[in-house]
Each structure stands twice: as C-alpha cells, then as structure tokens.
C-alpha cells in the first residue's frame, strides 16, 4: 500500500491547479496556494497514518487461537459548520464548530460468512461487552501520532466484538432450516484510489446577519404569525477512507442551506407551520435577499390563508400529488422498502423481497437512484456523491424499469441474486453505513399538462362519486415504518391542500388532514403523471443517520390516497398581543433603530 500512499500524496501535495476556486480568498492568489499546500500537506498526513496503522493491524492484530481479521476498514470525516439564526428581527445564534469522527470496521471470518450483523438486544443496553469503550473522536490538529492512537484503541475494540459476534453467529446457524440459502456476508469489490482537491467554503457571516434581520423582522407586521426563525448552515464534510483491501480516498462535500419557518394557530386552536428550505452547493447558489423576503412575503400570505381555510373531515379519493408530495411518497413508500439489508432483516417486513423481474408499480413509471447525478432542473440535488462510505463507487442504478423491479439498492452487505455493491452503503458520522437512498428520481411514460392532469382528477372524482377531487400542494415530509413490529404504513405532513370541484374545478385551501396509507396500494393506483419534473432536497433519517438526499418526481395522480384527522390540541394562542405590536410607529422620514 505504500506506493499507493505517495501517489495520493503527490495528488494532494499539488492542489489541482485546474479547479480553483470561484474567486480569491483575501490575501491574493499567493495566500491561496500556501493555504492550498497546507491542507494538502494535512491531508497527505493523516491519510498516510491510517495507512500505517491499517497495515500494523492487519499484519499484526490476532489473539492466539483466534481467526486473525480478513478485513480492517478506517474511515474519518471532518466536519465544519457554520450556523447562523435569528427570530423578530434579531440574530439568536451564531456558531462556528470543528468536529472529527472514525469509524473503524474490523470483520473476522471471510467473505462469505463473517462477523458482521445487527446488534442484539444485549449490546444495545450495554449488558454484554466491554465495561469501556473507545472514544470515536479524531484530533482536530492533525497529529498523526494521537490519531494512530484513536484507530488502535478502536481497532483492537472493534476486532474482540468482531470475535464474539462470529462465534455468535456461527451458533445461531444450528437453527436455520437445511438448505435455507442464504446471501455471502461482503461483497468483493475492486479497492478505488481517488483523492477530491480542495473545494472553496466561503461564508460571508456578516452578510448572512443583516439577511436574517431584515427577513425575520418581516413577520413583526402580522400579529397572527406568533413565532418565526430562519436558519442559515454552511457544512464542509472531508472525509478520509482506506482499507486493508488497498482503497485510500479523500473526497470533500460542501453543501449550505437556508431555513425559513412560522407557525400560527387556527381559531379552533389547531397549530398550523410553514416555511421554505433552500439548498445549494455553493454560497452563490443561495437565495438573494430579495428572494428571502419573498419567500417570507408567501410564508406569511399562506398562513394567514389557512387560517381562513376551512377544516375538512377525513377524505378517501383521487387526489393529485404536487412533484415535492409526490417525491415523499415514492421515497417512502417504495424507496425505504428496496435498501437491500431489509431484504435479509428477519425483522423487516422484506416488501420487496423475490420479486425482481415481477411487476410491482404501474407499467408507465421507472424509478432510477442515481447519485452521480448533479443536477436536476437547475437545482443542485442534495444526494449527489463520487463514492459511498465503503469506498464504493456510486452509480446509477435502475430499481425499477417500466414497473417491474429491477435491483435493490446495495451497500457492501450483498443480497440475493445481487453479489456486488452498486455504491448506495452510506451513513452519518461514525456510524455503520448501509444501502440508503441517494437522488431517487421518478419517471414516467404516461405525461400530460398540467391543466389535463386536473381534468383527468375532476373526471375520477366524478366516478367515484365525489364531490370533489384534491391537490396537495406542498409537503413538510413524511414517515414510514419498514419493520414486523408495527403495520406497513406510511405517513406525510402535507402544507397547502386544494379541494378541487368535480364540475367546475374551483379550487379552494383547506386544512386539517395529513396523508396515511400501506405502500403497495397507494402506489400502485397512480394513474397518470405530469409532463414536468421538479426536484426536491432534504435530509433522510434512518438506521445509519441524517444523510442528505434528493427527489425529482413529476405531479401525480393518484387514483385513491387517504387523508386522515390531524391531532389537534385545541390551545389558545398568545393572551397579549406581541410586544412590538404595541410599539409606536417612528415619525415619518426617521430612521428605525435597531
């Protein structure tokens, strides 16, 4: 592996003169090229210690009468944040924080049957292992020695569990059925060297300040909008990977966001938010002032309209779901059931599971993950990625061509007939990573207007019977519980919901229901699509953390979706008005001070 090192070394060391940054930092472009080296220098560093200390523990780490690991995985993310928030008109927090984690995977056994599995109930609660456990933090200082250190108190930790867990397994499969097939443990997958160059991570804080003052000081003027805030974050994940297989890569993410939320109450007491969320890959992407306040200017007219809005009962019918809506639904419904470790997970519900070749959504639609995707639209997408937290290459992959189901999606835990990784195995932090969604994109053969759309929603009301038809506008997101545990169910929170007339198509804002159903009924009754695609960014929580992630999905229509009763608490709002309600105007022609 050492000539593998200097070649990552050199790449570093020379700074990819071909992608500099957008503009110069302060200090000229002399300044520039010495902060370049430095960081190429530190990065060279730590790589080059997690190297060294790879091969001392795969060379040396074995307890006498014990299989010795055949595989040993180092992985440390960097990661720097800047946050800015504010309420009223003023700025309520303003942090700036450093924070480097490892993650260390140490497997015993081969790769058709080794120690890797879910942890049982005894691990979770602490009651089976070790009384002290490795802290998983990496120095911020770039000091090679006290990281080696970190990755050899965490090695020899994760390589005793590693034993204990083998032996475990290997006594659990006395009970499995004879002749039960069952799906090698790691897949074989050809070590990638790549090293990204540094990226630019401006943040202009003093800029983003008067920003956030001026937009939230937008909201004193309407007493009804009690509470607002918005968020400004600014993220830099650089992230070291290698393993005893021979990977060693350095890749660098930046992504910023800007956050807008309110909340009103109804005069019923049901509490109602809205808000808008901004992503980019760049500083510059980012909204302009002007359009902050404009997108705070729509906060408040739909609030203020939904209060208005009348309650609806309960509603089972057509409805049409807006690209974010529909975007939430396929990702719940159909894309958390096909990461490929539910498929092996006796306590998952495996919606999915033996199905490939079989036909599982309607004929006219295709569902693609393709983190190598950039861009949809003009948007940069949230889950775009060069390689996943194994090391793994990503790449498109088609789960679903013209209904029938094509592949899962795969981490490094192979599943059957699947034997190879297509570079979905992610997480956040320090976590384990599994096969998660990337850029969930949603295509269709069966696309029309917009304004065909809603006819062809006015006629299946008329069908069924109903009075009225509805649009979901907008969704704040959603929940879907994948497990034997509970029911195979999911749930969305939609924001603006239009009751449409079966005769005339009037449309009318109402409020008091969120979206409910069970997966394969839902989505196997979209009857038709729009012929325009938006995509839509976020972050997906689930077994291996918060990562990042995009849909682009056309509008649909959906033959039968069910709304059910929100909860409502009945609360009054605020007992006095706001305080600056009460605040006399300034003269006219005088300057406000703040």
Same mark, same amino acid.
């Given at each position: ?123 979770? *609660?602490?009651?089976? #292992?070790?009384?002290? @456990? $490795?802290?998983?933090? +990496?120095? !911020?200082?770039?000091?090679? /020695? ?124 049901? *509490?109602?938010?809205? #808000?808008?969320?901004? @992503? $980019?890959?760049?500083? +510059?992407? !980012?909204?302009?002032?002007? /359009? ?137 932090? +320090? ?164």
């Amino acid at each position: 592996m050492l000539p593998v090192l200097a070649a990552l070394a050199l790449a570093l060391a020379a700074g990819h003169p071909e992608r500099p940054p957008a503009s110069p930092p302060p200090g000229g472009s002399h300044a520039r090229e010495e902060r370049d080296a430095k960081g190429a220098d530190d990065r060279a560093a730590i790589l080059g210690a997690m190297t060294a200390e790879l091969a001392r523990s795969s060379e040396r780490l074995r307890l006498q009468g014990y299989d010795a690991p055949y595989f040993v995985g180092y992985q440390v993310k960097d990661v720097a944040r800047h946050e800015l928030a504010g309420r009223y008109g003023a700025i309520f927090e303003d942090a700036a924080r450093r924070d480097r984690n490892l993650y260390v995977d140490v497997r015993v056994g081969g790769y058709e049957f080794d120690s890797s599995g879910p942890e049982d109930a005894a691990q979770l *609660l602490g009651l089976d #292992g070790p009384s002290w @456990y $490795a802290p998983k933090d +990496a120095p !911020l200082d770039g000091d090679v /020695q006290a990281l080696r250190t970190a990755l050899w108190l965490a090695t020899d930790e994760r390589y005793k569990e590693a034993l204990a867990s083998y032996f475990k397994k290997k006594s659990r499969e006395v009970y499995r059925a004879a002749g039960e097939a069952r799906a090698p443990s790691f897949s074989r997958e050809e070590p990638n060297r790549h090293v990204d160059p540094p990226r630019p991570f401006p943040f202009d804080r003093e800029r983003w300040r008067g920003i956030v003052r001026d937009a939230t000081a937008l909201f004193r003027t309407h007493p009804d909008v009690f509470d607002s805030s918005m968020k400004v974050v600014a993220e830099r994940h650089v992230r070291w990977f290698a393993s005893s297989e021979g990977a060693a890569i350095v890749t660098e993410h930046v992504l910023y966001g800007v956050h807008l939320n309110a909340v009103t109450r109804a005069p019923d007491g049901q *509490l109602l938010e809205n #808000g808008r969320d901004f @992503y $980019a890959r760049s500083e +510059a992407e !980012l909204p302009t002032p002007e /359009q902050v306040r404009d997108a705070a200017g729509k906060i408040i007219a739909e609030l203020e309209a939904l209060r208005r809005a009348p309650a609806i009962d309960p509603y089972t019918g057509p409805a049409i779901l807006e690209p974010e809506a529909a975007g939430v639904l396929f990702h719940e419904a159909v894309g958390h059931r096909l990461e490929g470790e539910r498929m092996e997970d006796d306590k998952d519900g495996q919606t999915y599971k033996g199905q490939i070749g079989q036909p599982v959504l309607p004929a006219f639609l295709t569902i693609v993950d393709d983190p190598t995707l950039a861009s949809a639209g003009g948007i940069s997408l949230n889950g775009s990625y060069a390689f996943d937290e194994q090391g793994v290459a990503a790449r498109r992959t088609v789960l679903v061509k013209e209904g029938k189901l094509e592949s899962y999606l795969l981490s490094r835990k192979p599943v059957k007939p699947f034997e190879r990784s297509n570079g979905h195995g992610r997480s956040a932090g +320090a976590r384990a990573p599994m096969a998660r969604m990337a850029n969930l994109v949603v295509e269709s053969s069966r696309r029309v207007r917009w304004d065909e759309l809603k006819r062809l929603l006015m006629a299946e009301a008329r069908k069924q019977g109903k009075r009225y038809g509805l649009v979901i506008r907008d969704i704040t997101g959603g929940n879907t519980n994948t497990g034997t545990y509970g029911y195979q169910a999911f749930k969305g929170t939609p924001r603006l919901v239009y009751r449409v007339d079966a005769k005339t198509g009037a449309e009318e804002l109402v409020r008091g229901v969120e979206l409910v159903g069970t997966p394969l009924a839902s989505v196997n009754k979209v009857l038709a699509t729009s012929d325009a695609s938006r995509a839509f960014n976020g972050f997906c929580g689930a077994e291996s953390g918060y990562v990042p992630v995009s849909t682009v999905a056309p509008a649909v229509l959906v033959g039968e979706l069910e709304l059910q009763r929100v909860s409502r608490s009945n609360e009054r709002g605020p007992l006095l008005p706001s305080p600056w309600s009460e605040v006399p105007a300034p003269p006219a022609g005088a300057e406000a001070s703040r």
